[in-house]
C-alpha cells in the first residue's frame, strides 16, 4: 500500500462521520454491544486505542458489528501493526509517526492516520505521500487556532484533530477548511460504559453525528 493509497482510505474513514469515537476499553466483552450503540448513532468509524491487554480483543468483537468500521488507536510499533491487522482492524492511527511504523502500515496494507503537532511533521509526512493526517495532542499543540494556522501554508493536507476536543470544542475544528473529523472520548463516558447504559450513549453519539450539519 502508497502512502497516496493509505490516505486516500484514511479520508474515506474520516468523512464517514463528523466524530470518530476513541475507545480505551477494559473489558472486551462489552465491546460489540459499545460498538452497535455507537453505530445506531450514526457513528461508524470506531478507533479502539492499543492501551489496555483487552484492546485487541476488543477489535475483534467489534469487527464482526454490522456497519462498523473499525480502526487501532495508538500504533508504536511493527508490532503493533501486525497485531492490530491480525485482530480485524481496517485502519490505524498513531500519536505520531516514525520511518519503521510507516514501512510497517505499508508493508500491512494498513491504512494510517499518522500523528503530527508541527508544520515540520506535517511537511515530513507530505513529503512522503500523507496528505490525511491525525493534529495531535489537539488541545495542547493550541487548538483550532493553531490547526487554522498550520493549515494556511499546508492546504494540501486534510487532518483529524484529537486530543482534548469535546462536544463543547468541536465545531471549532469541524469549521476549518482543513479538518475531515475530530477524534473524541465524550461520546463513549467511561461510567456510561461500566453501567452498559447504551441508550445515552447511543443518544450521545446522535448529537454528535449531526455537529456541523443544518
Do not use: H
Not at 19 to 40: E, N, T
Amino acid at each position: 500500500m502508497t502512502p497516496q493509497e493509505a490516505s486516500a482510505a484514511a479520508a474515506r474513514v474520516c468523512q464517514l462521520a463528523p466524530v470518530v469515537p476513541v475507545l480505551v476499553i477494559d473489558d472486551a466483552s462489552i465491546a460489540a454491544d459499545l460498538a452497535r450503540a455507537l453505530v445506531a448513532g450514526g457513528l461508524p468509524a470506531l478507533e479502539v486505542t492499543l492501551r489496555t491487554p483487552a484492546a485487541l480483543d476488543a477489535i475483534r468483537e467489534m469487527a464482526s458489528v454490522s456497519g462498523g468500521v473499525v480502526g487501532a488507536g495508538t500504533l508504536l510499533t511493527p508490532k503493533d501493526v501486525e497485531a492490530a491487522k491480525a485482530a480485524g482492524a481496517t485502519f490505524g492511527v498513531s500519536p505520531g509517526a516514525t520511518d519503521v511504523l510507516l514501512d510497517a502500515c505499508e508493508a500491512n496494507e494498513l491504512p494510517l492516520l499518522p500523528g503530527a503537532a508541527t508544520a515540520s511533521e506535517a511537511m515530513r509526512l507530505l513529503e512522503r505521500g500523507y496528505t490525511v493526517q491525525k493534529f495531535f495532542p489537539a488541545e495542547a499543540n493550541g487548538g483550532a487556532k493553531a490547526l487554522k494556522a498550520i493549515g494556511a501554508p499546508i492546504p494540501q493536507v486534510k487532518f483529524c484533530p484529537t486530543g482534548g476536543v469535546s462536544l463543547g470544542n468541536a465545531m471549532d475544528y469541524l469549521s476549518l477548511g482543513n479538518t475531515l473529523c475530530v477524534g473524541g472520548s465524550w461520546v463513549a463516558p467511561q461510567d456510561k460504559v461500566t453501567a452498559k447504559d447504551w441508550d445515552e450513549i447511543t443518544a450521545l453519539a446522535q448529537e454528535a453525528s449531526q455537529l456541523g450539519k443544518g
